[in-house]
């Protein structure tokens, strides 16, 4: 095998296995994302981030490497076919998530309103006797 296409496979092998870390990631959040605490969802969004920059720096290794001649070699394109159903089935998975993810959105601001119209109603209910004062009769 070519230096160009070992090179290639190399860097096309780093990047599968990244996709597969985000893929299996997504698969961790797609379970727990209606569940996880606050800081769960933190620390979530910022492991999701960290690998999304690994798969971009390998990628573009990936890029350097990649060229017509290598790209048809019969070692590399069992790879580029791997590669690319692992990224497929993270765009469903992401979808996926997305839309559960606006759907809690949705919910806390739906709660968010009813309790900021609660409080407001609340606020509304004055006693009338802190209002009105009281008649003190000091003859007793």
Known sequence: ???????????????IRNYQNILGFLVEMDREIGIASDTRLQSMTEILGTLQIQAVDADKTFL??????????????PLMVEREK?????????????????GIKS??????????LGKTAHYGY??????????VDSTS
């Open 107 to 116: 919910l806390l601001a739906h709660e968010l309103g009813a309790l900021r």
């Open 126 to 135: 004055k006693s009338q006797q802190a209002s009105a004062g009281r008649i």
């Open 86 to 102: 692992v990224i497929a089935e993270i765009l469903r998975l992401n979808s996926n998530v997305q839309k559960k993810a606006m």
């Open 64 to 77: 350097a490497h990649f060229d017509k001649e290598s790209a048809e070699s019969t070692i590399i394109q």
């Open 1 to 15: 095998m070519p230096a160009d296409t070992q090179a290639l496979a190399s860097a096309l092998a780093t990047s």
